[in-house]
């Protein structure tokens, strides 16, 4: 999974590049962790921003502070950074021996979206194939980026006109009806 943090929206539809919050990181660290994901690529084109999130992951590693919270230290040994979506994919790349399929996802229900099943399908289909997840910061992913996705998911809905959820709640979402246990009917761990 990368979280992008450039190119991305601001409120008036500019491209801009948003911050790295600590938070982020360590919930999508510890969501990716949950569902078996190889890896959190933190996506930022600012070189100080990158040095933040080596930071992140320097506190983490030392044995004192991975002693106090050693299941966190799980996760956050999953998160990398990377300039560009492009060089997220090279990371994957490198790691898997073939590039990733991009999967992007955004709020906005737009034509062409991938339905929950079918994506999830595909996934259990097809899992010696990498793919990166992309989820975006600010208010989306720019059109540019969901250019750079081989399919978009469709938005995760909710029951009521309202849908503003956070990277770390739609993230935690997508992952679990991608990957989770109970599958699309919520039928429960699956037995047997
Ligand atoms: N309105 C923005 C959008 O169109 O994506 C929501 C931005 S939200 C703060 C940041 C990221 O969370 C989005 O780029 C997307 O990856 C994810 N996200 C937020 N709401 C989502 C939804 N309803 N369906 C799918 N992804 C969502």
């Known amino acids: ?18 911050s ?9 660290a510890r969501s990716a962790r949950t569902y078996g994901l190889a890896g959190l690529v933190v996506v930022t084109p600012i070189e100080a921003q ?12 030392e044995p004192a502070h991975a002693r106090r919270i050693p299941r966190r230290r ?6 990398r950074h990377a300039a560009s979506i492009e060089e997220a994919c090279a990371l994957v790349g490198g790691v898997a021996g073939t590039a990733p399929l991009v999967v992007g996802t955004s709020a906005r229900p737009d034509a062409g979206r991938t339905g929950w099943p079918e994506a999830r399908r595909e996934i259990h289909a097809h899992p010696e194939t990498p793919r990166l997840l992309v ?3 600010g208010w989306g992913l720019a059109d540019e ?6 399919s978009v998911l469709a938005p995760i809905e ?35």
């Not at 009521?160 to 991608?178: C, E, K, Q, T």
């Open 50 to 61: 990158r040095r933040i999130v080596e930071r992140i992951i320097e506190y983490w590693n």
């Open 135 to 137: 989820v975006g910061t």
């Open 74 to 79: 799980e996760a956050l040994e999953l998160v």
């Open 145 to 150: 980026a969901l250019a750079r996705c081989a």
């Open 1 to 18: 999974m990368a979280l992008v943090h450039h190119p991305v929206l601001d409120r008036d539809g500019g491209i801009v590049a948003t």
């Open 158 to 192: 909710g029951s009521s006109g309202y849908n503003h959820l956070s990277v770390r709640a739609a993230a935690a979402v997508i992952l679990d009806r991608l990957l989770g246990s109970q599958g699309p009917e919520g039928a429960g761990p699956q037995v047997g």
């Open 20 to 28: 790295v919050t600590n938070l982020d990181v360590h919930d999508l």
